[in-house]
């Protein structure tokens, strides 16, 4: 079986690390994937906001694209940024539940030949990885475990919600078991999946920066070294307007994030170049992990 | 038996206590004011005929991450809604100041789907016209939405420019050293993203006023 990758248009701007650390875990793991061809903008939360059957016929068309490229039963279509997995998650539901919805956009769709037959399943990397992959199977790939590194998963909230996936919609654990696997400790905390206000910051800054200030505060406090995330506009957020947040609610919060796929290949033994490591505003410091014995310190 | 005079304004009263009778006003709308369907209206566009049975629990306000931050808070919305006050609702910054989290969608104990009840909203107000012109995160909506249309992906880096230049130009030299950060860390690209099937998706896409709903 062969992965379909759909990559999201801020995978290839704000979120390049994230696509980096993704394909090159995936290889490392040796799961195949193949780009999906000509996929267009999922239309993330503006377009719902502006035309409904845009909406829902932008997203249908990479839909429509995905069958077309693979044979199998069931397609399996990977998008890892949050708005791109709830976009076309609720596309894919929308139009097996309201037949009105459904016979709308496909004949729209029909028009330039193409049709949804209802074959795509959407998945997230992370539900790839623990639950296809298995995370015994991680473990044992396992070169630099993250020992005694604690880790605040942070989902967002369109990973888990509204749909009912691979978690839990308000306490998700999969990245915490992820973490787990890879040998670090997960913080337990009760923000996992509270808003990060995502376009905010760039609109209403003060509504947005408040939502971000709560979250790396709360998550300071329970002694996180690192905060994970698992979407390009979280991470975005929560680490480009520290500094904004540090100086204007006179904090002093100092606390990097990267996304849950680059620590995974730095406990996979991958480069920090392959990670896209150098993207980060802030690198984590992990030289303990990766050169246990203090040979080379000047490495992260 | 003879009632008291009551303690208001009465006709020998020095006229400027009179003037301050003129600013009083009327705060309860008359139900020949209201818009009496528009709560059906809404709730058969936004996959919830359920919308008709909250229970005014208020668990959506509670849950909500910007509740703090709205006029109305998403409780008082739905029933605004449901009862017919159309202007106030469509004006409200709630509708905008939802970031689709789904927070209230999944705990709603009538089931009803709060974010796209909010969808709507947002559809409907630009349909009616209600569309509050400065407030940057519409404009960032339609933006974002010409420039999927035109190339089929959007790129962040031309999408920020254009919701400053359409908003508040000044913001843009303050974000410009973040801005400035993020391109030599190689995360804003001055190249558009296109898609190769642009003919194709423009014969989708051909709804361009917007506001549609299905």
């Known amino acids: ?300 | 038996m003879q009632l008291p005079i009551p303690q208001t304004v009465r006709a020998d009263e020095p006229t400027h206590k009179i003037e301050k009778m003129k600013n009083v006003v009327r705060r309860i709308k008359f139900e020949s004011e209201l818009d009496l369907e528009f709560g059906e209206r809404i709730a058969d566009k936004a996959y919830g005929q359920r919308l008709l049975s909250c229970i005014q629990c208020g668990t959506c306000s509670a849950t909500c991450p910007l509740a703090h931050y709205m006029d109305y808070t998403p409780r008082k919305i739905i029933a605004m809604t449901r009862e017919g006050f159309k202007e106030e609702v469509l004006n409200s910054l709630t509708i905008w100041l939802c970031a689709s989290c789904y927070s209230c969608t999944v705990q709603c104990p009538r089931q009803i789907h709060i974010t796209d009840v909010m969808y709507t909203l947002k559809r409907e107000a630009i349909l009616m016209g209600f569309y509050p012109r400065r407030l940057p995160i519409p404009v960032l909506a339609r933006e974002f939405y010409k420039r999927v249309l035109k190339d089929g992906r959007n790129t962040e880096s031309w999408l920020l420019i254009s919701l400053y230049l359409r908003t508040n130009p000044f913001k843009m030299l303050r974000e410009s050293v973040l801005g400035f950060k993020l391109f030599v860390r190689g995360r804003l690209t001055i190249g558009k993203e296109r898609v190769k099937g642009r003919d194709q998706l423009h014969s989708i896409l051909k709804h361009e006023k917007g506001g549609n709903t299905i």
């Not at chain 1, 787990?180 to 206000?197: F, S, Y």
Request: charged fraction near 25%; glycine fraction near 6%.
């Open chain 1, 1 to 300: 079986m062969k992965y379909l990758y759909f990559p999201g248009c801020s995978l290839r701007s704000t979120g390049r690390a994230y696509e980096e650390s993704l394909l090159a875990v995936l290889k490392a793991l040796e799961i195949p994937i193949e780009e999906l061809d000509d996929w267009n903008c999922c239309g993330a939360t503006s377009y719902a906001s502006i035309d409904e059957t845009d909406a829902f016929a932008l997203a249908a068309r990479n839909l429509a694209l995905a069958e077309l490229q693979s044979p199998d039963e069931t397609v399996n279509l990977i998008a890892p940024c949050s708005a791109c997995f709830l976009v076309l998650m609720k596309t894919e539901r929308y139009l097996e539940d309201y037949p009105d919805v459904s016979k709308k956009i496909n004949t729209t769709l029909d028009k330039v030949g193409l049709h949804y037959h209802g074959r795509v399943d959407v998945r997230h990397p992370l539900d790839v990885f623990v639950n296809d992959y298995g995370l015994e199977n991680i473990a044992k790939r396992v070169k630099h475990p993250l020992k005694g590194l604690k880790v605040a998963s942070y989902y967002g909230c369109q990973v888990v919600r509204p749909f009912k996936t691979f978690d839990h919609s308000h306490y998700p654990v999969t990245m915490d078991r992820l973490v787990q696997a890879l040998g670090g400790e997960p913080v337990d905390w009760p923000l996992k999946t509270r808003c990060c206000g995502g376009s905010l910051t760039g609109t209403i800054q003060e509504a947005g920066l408040r939502l971000n200030r709560l979250l790396l505060k709360e998550a300071e406090k329970r002694g996180a070294d690192i905060m994970l995330t698992c979407c390009p506009l979280c991470q975005h957020n929560l680490e480009c307007y520290q500094q904004r947040i540090n100086r204007i609610y006179e904090e002093e919060i100092d606390l990097p994030i990267a996304f849950f796929t680059q620590l995974m290949g730095v406990a996979l033994g991958l480069s920090e170049k392959e990670l896209g490591m150098q993207r980060l505003f802030k690198k984590p410091s992990l030289s303990h992990i990766t050169h246990p014995k203090g040979a080379v310190v000047n490495a992260w």
